[in-house]
């Protein structure tokens, strides 16, 4: 079956850290790029940070800039989005997404074009 599967999400006081996962199925990330988006209620989504397959170039929303890091394992098939510094405005279902980009389009991906998979996601909630 092909999915992506995130996890890691939970409840975290203001100032904290944590780090999302995104394990892939039944297709190989060694060639897609990867992208983290999230949605807060009643907002659209926003695309978060995006990396590339070939150097793994990276683009960060500028709400996440210096406070995330998208990474990827690729012996472990997965991707990573390590949050620090969280503020409750970072609230959000966080959605892990995959498609074929290249380091030139990696900030088209994170405007939510050429993303061919998509995770279910996994809530955030940032609060004291």
């Known amino acids: 079956q092909v999915q992506l599967v995130e996890s890691g999400g939970g409840l975290v006081q203001p100032g904290g850290s944590l780090r999302l996962s995104c394990a892939a199925s039944?297709?190989?990330?060694?060639?897609?790029?990867i992208g983290w988006f999230r949605q807060a209620p009643g907002k659209e989504r926003e695309g978060v940070a995006c990396?590339?397959?070939?150097?793994?170039?990276?683009y960060y929303a500028d709400s996440a800039k210096g406070r995330f890091t998208i990474s990827r394992d690729l012996a472990k098939n997965t991707g990573y989005l390590q949050m620090n510094s969280l503020k409750p405005e970072d609230t959000a279902v966080y959605y892990c997404?995959?498609?074929?980009?290249?380091?030139?389009?990696?900030?088209?991906?994170?405007?939510?074009?050429?993303?061919?998979?998509w995770g279910k996601g996994t809530l955030v909630t940032v609060s004291s």
């Open positions: 997404a995959a498609g074929p980009v290249s380091m030139f389009s990696i900030q088209s991906m994170c405007a939510g074009g050429l993303v061919t998979n």
């Open positions: 039944g297709f190989t990330l060694d060639h897609l790029g």
């Open positions: 990396i590339s397959p070939s150097d793994d170039s990276t």
